[in-house]
């Protein structure tokens, strides 16, 4: 569109009046003849639009304040950083302040009290869409403070984001609320209010008074409904449903009312109430999320109806008034029906007379000290009836009240018997192990420390009791029959030890027996004999039948021990030495005993820092061919030597390591040097020299071995057939699938497998020739007595036999003479190892035999 004159300069469409307004400027030039037609009437249309705009304005701003100052509360605009830029009438009403001491001013002007950042939450909600809501406290023009709940909301205002605080005066809230909680303080009625999972939310001094609830308990302490017991007016129990506030919560509607009765049972206290409940709706809500109960407590008028008596039979309680100047005693239906329904006591002398001596003198006390001073009494008192049925009761008495001259005593009386009977039973249940219902191991630790502490008592002695390979029964057969083993083992002891002591199941298969040492020196070890003879036959599960015996340990006091954990703790070790020397057997704990035992505490403490510390070397013992004299293999043997300890001999340290579980991390140890000597040996021209290493149980039943030993191999290039590995027979009898499985991947390896010492332990012929193994080694407890013992002979004949029988490699071990060696060649043994060749050698030295003599000895 071309542009008009005068119209690209805004100036001069008020050159003529500079007082002119914007519409009175447009309004000339529409009016200018010098304009053509088209440029006035686009004036006009302008002017007109502009009029139309304020006038809209104006109104906007007319309804704004209209609205504004017609709200009742307090509105204040702030700008973003708390400056008020505008406040309605009523806050300058609330504020008792003129306009421009609050507009243009900070918002402290109004909250002093307000922190630096106090804005920063405001802003952080209203960015998130949300309005801010906080209680605080202004301040009026003259000082006074008033408390405020301020909501806050963003919004834009006149282009730039702006805060809208609306500000509600709780003064009179607040004085209604404590007005409220002046009127539940001092009413006599009770107020209780409950959540619907019975929950007890509040309760006012009237109620926790009326129910019996100190002031400062914990309302969650009195929530349990398991200690009260609701009661009918009819003396019933009554049902949870039909109590009056669940019913409220139920139906929705008010319950008016109601008489009920409650039983506590812990203070024995019986309370009759009439009770009112009304359900409370939350905001919005359709159903009752709380309920409000007020009542009253009628238990006086209670106490005279005719149903008082059925509400006491149901508790158990009795009441009791004694006429004190006749002793003439009156009870109630229930009371008399406690002691004797068919001829109760008629005075008070004929009821003591039925106590035990000790309560009988203790009622007694307590009636004159009620007579004399007034004071009452509450007794649990047992005692028999005519027919030799006992009782115990609970005894609550005192002066009447309002009988200044103690005329007349009143009480009640509550029939315990059978919370007596369930204390007994909780005790012994404490003191019982369930499985074997013998003692448990608290209860025999009581009875020991009373024993122990009795003036002038009697010697105690202790026998700590292991049973033997109870463990693999438990892990072949299962825990039901562990613990059926467990149950007979109890039962066997028990008749063992009969009546000259208590025995418990102190944890696992673990016994303890506690009885008197007596002048007979030899009275514990009688026992322990009893029991070891108990455990002679086999036990059976099923159709399986296995043996089990048991290891002892005896401590006496005050020799061993002065403490009962003193004594327990030295029988447990020499159970512990008798289980390593023998099992099936006893051990007396003696000062040696304690020292072996730090000695051991020593040496396992030191083994096991040994690998860390290279501590450990291999020497090699030759296994010669017997005929020619020719070395055929090794044997690595391990040795140790300690700074502190010396030189230690492996029967000495073996053990420890088996029973630590070091003996695992050691065998691996000895595999990997024993497999690193040969490939050294390889690589210095004497040829692969297989090796036999020894495997402990453990090392087979732990981490998977054949991986172990495959890995080991792979690592020094060694074929399978330069390591032999030696097992304990203890494999053949534990053939689990896991160790058939390892068995057969070691041989797939090429790995010469060897059952050690056969002979000496299981010798599980049927065993035997399922496992995939290439050998046997004949012990030197067999050889060293051939071949004058005829014994040794008969079982060096059988070992071989056996070996041929099932085309087994057998070698010899301990051959020490030439007699030996030439009865071995006899009988056909083709291989052996001892001191006749050689001890365990070095590296070096087992090297130099076998280049300088082409390993040949002989």
């Given at each position: 569109?071309?542009?008009?004159?005068?119209?690209?300069?805004?100036?001069?469409?008020?050159?003529g009046?500079?007082?002119?307004?914007?519409?009175?400027?447009?309004?000339?030039?529409?009016?200018?003849?010098?304009?053509?037609?088209?440029?006035?009437?686009l004036?006009?249309?302008?002017?007109?639009?502009?009029?139309?705009?304020?006038?809209?304005?104006?109104?906007?701003?007319?309804?704004?304040?209209?609205?504004?100052?017609?709200?009742?509360?307090?509105?204040?605009?702030?700008?973003?950083?708390?400056?008020?830029?505008?406040?309605?009438?009523?806050?300058?009403?609330?504020y008792?302040?003129?306009?421009?001491?609050?507009?243009?001013?900070?918002?402290?002007?109004?909250?002093?009290?307000?922190?630096?950042?106090?804005?920063?939450?405001?802003?952080?909600?209203?960015?998130?869409?949300?309005?801010?809501?906080?209680?605080?406290?202004?301040?009026?023009?003259?000082?006074?403070?008033f408390?405020?709940?301020?909501?806050?909301?963003?919004?834009?205002?006149e282009?730039?984001?702006?805060?809208?605080a609306?500000?509600?005066?709780?003064s009179?809230?607040?004085?209604?609320?404590?007005?409220?909680?002046?009127?539940?303080?001092?009413?006599?009625?009770?107020?209780?209010?409950?959540?619907?999972?019975?929950?007890?939310v509040?309760?006012n001094?009237?109620?926790?008074?009326?129910?019996?609830?100190?002031?400062?308990?914990?309302?969650?302490?009195?929530?349990?409904l398991?200690?009260?017991?609701?009661?009918?007016?009819d003396?019933?129990?009554?049902?949870?449903?039909?109590?009056?506030p669940?019913r409220?919560?139920?139906?929705g509607?008010?319950?008016?009312?109601?008489?009920?009765?409650l039983?506590?049972?812990?203070?024995?206290q019986?309370?009759?109430?009439?009770?009112?409940?009304?359900?409370?709706?939350?905001?919005?809500?359709d159903?009752?999320?709380?309920?409000?109960?007020?009542?009253?407590?009628?238990t006086?008028?209670?106490?005279?109806?005719?149903?008082?008596?059925?509400?006491?039979a149901?508790?158990?309680?009795?009441?009791?008034?004694?006429?004190?100047?006749?002793?003439r005693?009156?009870?109630?239906?229930?009371?008399?029906?406690?002691?004797?329904?068919?001829?109760?006591?008629?005075?008070m002398?004929?009821?003591?007379?039925?106590?035990?001596?000790?309560?009988?003198?203790?009622l007694?006390?307590?009636?004159?000290?009620?007579?004399?001073?007034?004071?009452?009494?509450?007794?649990?008192?047992?005692?028999?009836?005519?027919?030799?049925?006992?009782?115990?009761?609970?005894?609550?008495?005192?002066?009447?009240?309002?009988?200044?001259?103690?005329?007349?005593?009143?009480?009640?009386?509550?029939?315990?018997?059978?919370?007596?009977?369930?204390?007994?039973?909780?005790?012994?249940?404490?003191?019982?192990?369930?499985?074997?219902?013998l003692l448990?191991?608290?209860?025999?630790?009581?009875?020991?420390?009373?024993?122990?502490?009795l003036?002038?008592?009697?010697?105690?002695a202790?026998?700590?009791?292991?049973l033997?390979?109870?463990?693999?029964?438990?892990?072949?057969?299962?825990?039901?029959?562990?613990?059926?083993?467990?149950?007979s083992?109890?039962?066997?002891?028990?008749?063992?030890v009969?009546?000259?002591?208590?025995?418990?199941?102190?944890?696992?298969?673990?016994?303890?027996?506690?009885?008197?040492?007596?002048?007979?020196?030899?009275?514990?070890?009688?026992?322990a004999?009893?029991?070891?003879?108990?455990?002679?036959?086999?036990?059976?599960?099923?159709?399986?039948?296995?043996t089990?015996?048991?290891?002892?340990?005896?401590?006496?006091?005050?020799?061993?021990?002065?403490?009962?954990?003193?004594?327990?703790?030295?029988?447990?070790?020499?159970?512990?030495?008798s289980?390593?020397?023998?099992?099936?057997?006893?051990?007396?704990f003696?000062?040696?005993?304690?020292?072996?035992?730090?000695?051991?505490?020593?040496?396992?403490?030191?083994?096991?820092?040994?690998?860390?510390?290279?501590?450990?070397?291999?020497?090699?013992?030759?296994?010669?061919?017997?005929?020619?004299?020719?070395?055929?293999?090794?044997?690595?043997?391990?040795?140790?030597?300690?700074?502190?300890?010396?030189?230690?001999?492996?029967?000495?340290?073996?053990?420890?390591?088996?029973?630590?579980?070091?003996?695992?991390?050691i065998?691996?140890?000895?595999?990997?040097?024993?497999?690193?000597?040969s490939?050294?040996w390889?690589?210095?021209?004497?040829?692969?020299?297989?090796?036999?290493?020894?495997?402990?149980?453990?090392?087979?039943?732990?981490?998977?071995?054949?991986?172990?030993?495959?890995?080991?191999?792979?690592?020094?290039?060694?074929?399978?057939d330069?390591?032999?590995?030696e097992?304990?027979?203890?494999?053949?009898?534990?053939?689990?699938?896991?160790?058939l499985?390892?068995?057969?991947?070691?041989?797939?390896?090429?790995?010469?497998?060897?059952?050690?010492?056969?002979?000496?332990?299981?010798?599980?012929?049927?065993?035997?020739?399922?496992?995939?193994?290439?050998?046997?080694?004949?012990?030197?407890?067999?050889?060293?007595?051939?071949?004058?013992?005829?014994?040794?002979?008969?079982?060096?004949?059988?070992?071989?036999?056996?070996?041929?029988?099932?085309?087994?490699?057998?070698?010899?071990?301990?051959?020490?003479?030439?007699?030996?060696?030439?009865?071995?060649?006899?009988?056909?043994?083709?291989?052996?190892?001892?001191f006749?060749?050689?001890?365990?050698?070095?590296?070096?030295?087992?090297?130099?035999r076998?280049?300088?003599?082409?390993?040949?000895?002989?």
């Amino acid at each position: 569109m071309t542009a008009l004159p005068g119209m690209d300069d805004p100036a001069l469409l008020t050159e003529g009046d500079p007082d002119a307004s914007l519409p009175d400027a447009l309004a000339a030039a529409a009016a200018d003849p010098a304009l053509p037609a088209h440029a006035r009437a686009l004036l006009r249309r302008a002017h007109a639009a502009l009029l139309a705009a304020r006038a809209d304005a104006d109104a906007a701003h007319l309804r704004y304040h209209a609205l504004f100052d017609a709200v009742p509360d307090p509105v204040s605009i702030l700008d973003a950083d708390g400056v008020v830029l505008d406040l309605n009438r009523a806050g300058l009403r609330a504020y008792q302040r003129p306009r421009d001491a609050i507009v243009g001013q900070p918002i402290e002007v109004l909250n002093p009290d307000l922190p630096r950042d106090h804005l920063a939450p405001v802003w952080d909600a209203v960015h998130r869409g949300r309005t801010y809501v906080i209680e605080v406290t202004n301040m009026r023009g003259d000082g006074s403070r008033f408390p405020v709940e301020v909501h806050t909301a963003g919004f834009e205002h006149e282009g730039r984001p702006c805060l809208v605080a609306v500000a509600r005066d709780l003064s009179e809230r607040r004085e209604a609320e404590v007005r409220y909680r002046e009127l539940m303080d001092v009413m006599d009625r009770g107020i209780a209010i409950h959540d619907v999972s019975g929950r007890f939310v509040y309760g006012n001094p009237a109620a926790l008074r009326l129910l019996g609830i100190r002031q400062g308990t914990s309302l969650g302490d009195t929530a349990n409904l398991g200690d009260w017991i609701p009661i009918a007016p009819d003396g019933a129990e009554l049902a949870w449903e039909d109590l009056p506030p669940v019913r409220a919560l139920r139906d929705g509607r008010l319950v008016e009312s109601t008489l009920m009765g409650l039983y506590h049972r812990a203070r024995r206290q019986l309370y009759w109430l009439m009770v009112t409940a009304v359900p409370q709706y939350p905001p919005g809500g359709d159903r009752p999320h709380q309920v409000l109960s007020l009542f009253s407590d009628v238990t006086t008028l209670k106490r005279d109806s005719s149903m008082f008596d059925r509400v006491q039979a149901l508790a158990h309680i009795g009441g009791w008034e004694l006429d004190c100047s006749t002793d003439r005693l009156h009870l109630t239906a229930e009371a008399a029906r406690i002691l004797e329904a068919d001829a109760p006591p008629a005075t008070m002398e004929a009821f003591a007379a039925m106590l035990a001596t000790d309560d009988r003198a203790r009622l007694r006390d307590a009636l004159g000290a009620a007579m004399l001073q007034g004071e009452g009494f509450d007794l649990e008192l047992q005692g028999l009836r005519r027919d030799g049925s006992g009782f115990w009761v609970r005894a609550i008495g005192g002066p009447r009240h309002g009988d200044p001259a103690t005329s007349r005593l009143t009480g009640t009386l509550q029939d315990i018997a059978r919370s007596k009977r369930d204390e007994e039973v909780l005790r012994l249940q404490a003191r019982t192990d369930p499985l074997t219902g013998l003692l448990n191991r608290d209860a025999i630790l009581g009875e020991l420390e009373r024993r122990m502490r009795l003036p002038g008592a009697a010697a105690v002695a202790v026998l700590y009791i292991d049973l033997d390979r109870f463990k693999f029964v438990n892990d072949a057969l299962g825990h039901a029959a562990g613990d059926e083993l467990l149950v007979s083992a109890a039962h066997r002891i028990g008749h063992a030890v009969g009546d000259r002591g208590n025995i418990a199941r102190f944890g696992g298969d673990e016994f303890l027996v506690v009885c008197e040492a007596g002048p007979d020196a030899t009275r514990a070890e009688r026992v322990a004999d009893a029991i070891l003879d108990a455990f002679g036959d086999g036990f059976r599960f099923d159709s399986e039948e296995f043996t089990i015996t048991a290891s002892i340990g005896i401590a006496r006091a005050p020799e061993d021990g002065d403490r009962p954990q003193t004594l327990i703790q030295n029988a447990d070790a020499a159970m512990y030495e008798s289980k390593r020397r023998v099992r099936n057997g006893w051990q007396r704990f003696t000062p040696a005993l304690a020292e072996g035992q730090q000695e051991r505490l020593r040496v396992e403490t030191h083994l096991r820092r040994a690998i860390d510390n290279a501590e450990f070397h291999l020497v090699y013992q030759p296994q010669v061919d017997l005929l020619q004299g020719r070395i055929v293999a090794a044997e690595a043997l391990i040795r140790w030597h300690n700074r502190q300890l010396g030189e230690m001999r492996p029967d000495h340290f073996i053990d420890h390591a088996e029973t630590t579980g070091d003996i695992v991390r050691i065998g691996a140890w000895v595999l990997r040097e024993a497999c690193r000597q040969s490939a050294a040996w390889r690589d210095a021209g004497l040829g692969v020299i297989r090796v036999a290493v020894n495997v402990s149980f453990r090392q087979l039943v732990g981490d998977d071995l054949a991986a172990h030993v495959g890995r080991v191999l792979a690592e020094f290039e060694l074929p399978g057939d330069a390591l032999e590995l030696e097992f304990t027979e203890r494999v053949l009898i534990e053939d689990a699938p896991a160790t058939l499985a390892t068995f057969a991947a070691l041989r797939a390896m090429g790995v010469v497998l060897t059952i050690d010492d056969f002979g000496e332990g299981y010798s599980a012929l049927n065993y035997l020739r399922r496992l995939p193994i290439h050998g046997l080694k004949l012990s030197q407890l067999f050889v060293s007595g051939v071949p004058d013992d005829r014994s040794d002979v008969a079982v060096c004949e059988a070992v071989a036999g056996i070996a041929r029988g099932l085309g087994l490699g057998l070698v010899a071990e301990g051959v020490e003479s030439e007699a030996q060696r030439r009865f071995l060649i006899d009988l056909g043994v083709p291989v052996g190892q001892g001191f006749l060749f050689a001890p365990g050698l070095s590296p070096d030295e087992f090297a130099r035999r076998v280049r300088d003599g082409g390993g040949r000895f002989g």
